[in-house]
């Protein structure tokens, strides 16, 4: 339903047209903060400035529900990146409580060193590599709010140029079926098996699911 006072504040944005899809969009960035995944709904109107008394803005149109990723921080040191070195990696952000006493938890982060799957040194392309090592990266509560994971990734040597660091953030939840195939073998990869896992998220004798909620890589070489 309209408001009863004309009197709003409007939050204006320039619309682009994307000729693919032909339809009108507008890059809205939000600040959420230490918020985890919150959802957002927006009121959405046409705004004319300049028009007659009455007409600058038109019926206001609500929007689904739709949830804003948490941001996400990441610095790779590639100043070591030499042959059997290895690459710190620091990721930051919010995390999220869970439980009856509001602890601080996280998913699971896990680093990988991938090669270019046919050997070509095509480093540009996104699709085409395949992970030669894995490891899960502990996180650590920075203030109440914000989480901290501080990884190293092995080098080998010699290098097979060029690589790629990814970054992966897994967050996992409850399931009736089986755990998927992919994930397991990936904890497997990373020597790291499912009861490994901190107990708030996982357990061996309950079936998980996840989703891949944050991705970045980097090329080394």
């Known amino acids: 339903s309209e408001l009863a006072t004309p009197a709003v504040n409007v939050a204006g944005f320039a619309p682009r047209y994307d000729p693919a899809r032909q339809l009108w969009y507008a890059e809205v960035d939000l600040r959420v903060e230490r ?7 927006l009121a959405l109107a046409r705004f004319q400035p300049i028009s007659v008394p009455g007409a600058h803005l038109s019926p206001v149109v609500l929007s689904d529900f739709v949830q804003v990723v948490p941001h996400r921080s990441v610095e790779y040191q590639l100043t070591s990146g030499q042959p059997g070195g290895l690459i710190p990696v620091t990721m930051r952000g919010p995390s999220y409580a869970v439980g009856v006493r509001r602890q601080l938890t996280t998913s699971v982060m896990v680093l990988r060193l991938e090669r270019r799957e046919h050997g070509d040194s095509h480093a540009d392309e996104p699709l085409g590599w395949e992970p030669i090592s894995t490891s899960i990266v502990n996180g650590s509560s920075v203030d109440g709010h ?10 080998p040597d010699p290098l097979p140029l060029p690589l790629r660091v990814t970054v992966l953030e897994i967050e996992l939840h409850r399931t009736d079926g089986r755990p998927p195939a992919d994930l397991l073998n990936l904890l497997k990869t990373a020597g790291s098996a499912i009861h490994d896992i901190p107990a708030l998220m996982a357990g061996q004798d309950q079936p998980m699911g996840y989703r891949v909620v944050f991705a970045d890589s980097t090329v080394v070489g």
Not at 35 to 41: G, I, K, L, M
Not at 147 to 152: K, L, N, S
């Open 35 to 41: 918020a985890y995944f919150p959802f957002v709904r």
């Open 146 to 155: 914000q989480m901290q994971w501080i990884g190293r990734i092995p080098l």
